[in-house]
């Protein structure tokens, strides 16, 4: 029930007094062509201005708009106006304000028939949820269904009175039945206002229905994918209590093993029979083959190209078998082939091997990596993962100067063996532009395990990242990314080619790629076994599909470990300008370093630096 039917009383007496006011006073003004200048609103303690807005169609031109001078503002009209007032008032009384008073001002510029309308809002006091109560409809015995934590609860006592959030209350309750064998719960609710009219009681009354439990399971598809294979990725079974938890869990199982097009699965409402509930799974599956090119220009890989070819449903279930291959400046050769295995040995747990070859060419060094690693990857929830990965390779490493002026690295080649352990937490909205939520995530490398392995030592590092969502489609960035090596075993040194530096793209904007490191007494870009970054951008929409940014970049890279000093930090500050396209945003920054000499740095990239 809406809170506008439950107070209705109350609301039609004030509705007929504030429609004829209106009527009145905007008849009186009467302005014909007027071009509406700006809309303002004033007074407004609680609900936002862009809430407001949303709900009137009379709108004044945004900044982007009125770059586009050779359009027309909107007329003000009204009768427009008019119902808007209205709209403004019901949107009040549906968030709990039962009398808000709503006035305005029209400021007129004759010479130019334009005008600026300023809303001015009283929203006096809103209505606070007294008591929450619960009456079960027959089968008092699932009154402990009921029992759940206050944090889960769409509205609480105390909170202000908001239709839209009853109605969540609702859905909840009848989805935690639908989750305990109630597939057909019904859920009404009374509201009741308390004499001092500044409070209300919430009654639920709930219907359960009757107890059921899954039927039969029909598989309706065109895919070539076993049913065995489909009806193992199943969270439930026949003859189980019934549960839309299980039939969701269900449904991002089948989805995620990435063999489908789509997948539906329906209660079949009118096939119950006696409390069973028969169940279709309907679904299409993708192409068997799949292949995914690309090129571009960026200012610091130049022109590259890759080319990735996925194999699905490779020996059968839900493996895949997938072979990349790119080149770029910086990365003259890049081919790696990768097998999963999903759920290996349990539920979640993805088995990968990936075997690889990597040409790197650095400014001071160039290396070769061949090997493999062997990937246990657990997804604890939707969010939330972890893996334990060893690998092996055999590296060539070559200086790029004499290096007899340098540490004891040579071209000969060497093995690598150890194993990582990392953590990973996503909540971001968006893979490629995030507009909220945060990323973290954690490595922790130990090197030096068996098979001759040259080098021993162990590597940490971090790497988080929030997004703040802003009014007027702003968003704000943030990161702080830190890292420590240190050599273990006796060992003098850890290995060039993995450690830190910084400057580039997607890191210190100010300086070019890894230019930010430790050098030798030939002034060589040796990295270094301490990091730490930090960075701050401000979003923003220019026009369509451009928007801008604004940022600060801070960090550097020490050669001892555990040397970092946030009193020795390099700065820059920049604008960059962003297209959105489907494959992410388009990226162009400008930066130079702060109290350093001026450097104009320009970066041309796809995706976000962070």
């Known amino acids: 029930m809406s809170f506008i039917m439950s107070m209705k009383r109350y609301h039609i007496r004030f509705g007929l007094v504030f429609t004829i006011f209106t009527m009145i006073t905007l008849n009186g003004f009467g302005q014909k062509d007027y071009k509406l200048r700006k809309l ?17 169609n009379i709108k004044a031109k945004t900044f982007t708009q009125k770059l586009k001078f050779w359009e027309k503002a909107p007329r003000f009209s009204n009768i427009t106006f008019e119902e808007d007032l209205q709209r403004v008032n ?20 004759d010479s130019a028939k334009s005008m600026k309308i300023i809303l001015k809002i009283t929203e006096g006091k809103s209505v606070q949820v007294k008591q929450i109560d619960y009456h079960i409809v027959d089968q008092a015995d699932t009154l402990s269904i009921l029992r759940f934590p206050a944090k889960e609860m769409p509205i609480k006592t105390g909170d202000r009175f908001q239709d839209e959030k009853v109605k969540a209350f609702e859905a909840y309750l009848q989805k935690k039945y639908a989750d305990r064998g109630y597939p057909f ?25 009757s107890k059921c439990t899954f039927g039969r399971t029909w598989i309706k598809s065109d895919s070539l994918v076993p049913h065995s294979f489909i009806r193992n990725q199943l969270k439930y079974k026949q003859g189980e209590p019934y549960s839309k ?21 329906r209660t079949l409402v009118d096939s119950v029979k006696d409390g069973s509930v028969p169940i279709l799974i309907q679904m299409k599956e993708k192409p068997r083959w799949l292949l995914e090119t690309g090129f571009g220009y960026g200012s610091e890989d130049r022109f590259r190209v890759s080319a990735q070819i996925t194999r699905r449903q490779f020996l059968g279930g839900a493996r895949k078998l997938i072979f990349t291959g790119k080149r770029s400046y910086y990365l003259p ?10 759920d290996f040995l349990k539920d979640n747990l993805d088995l990968i091997i990936n075997p690889y070859f990597i040409w790197e060419n650095e400014t001071s060094y160039e290396v070769k990596r061949l090997g493999s690693s062997i990937t246990f990857k657990n997804n604890f929830t939707k969010y939330t993962s972890a893996y334990l990965m060893y690998t092996f390779e055999k590296d060539w490493f070559s200086y790029k100067v004499d290096p007899a002026e340098v540490s004891e690295q040579d071209s000969l080649p060497y093995n690598k063996s150890g194993v990582t352990l990392g953590f990973t937490h996503t909540t971001t909205d968006d893979l490629f532009d995030p507009k909220k939520g945060i990323r973290f995530n954690a490595y922790f490398t130990l090197m030096g395990l068996g098979f001759e392995s040259k080098y021993h030592y162990v590597k940490l590092e971090i790497d988080g990242r929030k997004y703040f969502q802003m009014d007027n489609k702003k968003v704000f960035a943030t990161r702080i990314h830190a890292g420590v090596m240190q050599p273990i075993m006796g060992d003098p040194e850890t290995p060039i080619e993995d450690r830190f530096m910084l400057g580039g793209a997607l890191s210190l904007r100010g300086w070019g790629r890894n230019q930010i490191s ?42 001892d470990p555990y040397a970092i000093d946030l009193t020795d930090l390099r700065t820059d500050i920049g604008i960059g300008l962003r297209a959105s396209t489907p494959i992410g945003p388009v990226r162009v920054d400008f930066a130079t370093p702060i109290f350093e000499k001026f450097k104009a740095m320009v970066f041309f990239s796809i995706g976000h630096a962070f």
Request: aromatic letters at 12%.
């Open 245 to 265: 938890d299980d039939i969701e869990k269900s449904q991002k199982k089948l989805f995620d093993t990435e063999l489908f097009q789509y997948v539906v699965i």
């Open 185 to 209: 719960p019904k859920v009404k609710t009374t509201i009741a206002m308390l004499s001092e009219k500044a409070a209300t009681d919430l009654d639920f009354s709930i219907n359960p229905g």
């Open 333 to 342: 050769v890049s081919v790696e082939f990768s097998f999963i295995q999903p």
């Open 518 to 559: 430790p050098v030798n007494e030939s002034g060589d870009l040796v990295g270094g076994n301490s990091m730490i970054e930090g960075s701050a951008e401000l979003r923003f929409p220019v026009y369509e599909i451009l928007s801008g940014g604004l940022f600060l970049d801070s960090g550097n890279v020490w050669a």
């Open 90 to 109: 019901r949107f009040y009384q549906r968030n709990g304000f039962l009398s808000p008073k709503i006035d305005y001002d029209f400021i007129k510029k």
């Open 40 to 56: 303002s609103i004033e007074g407004n303690e609680t609900l936002k201005d862009a809430d407001i807005k949303a709900n009137m």
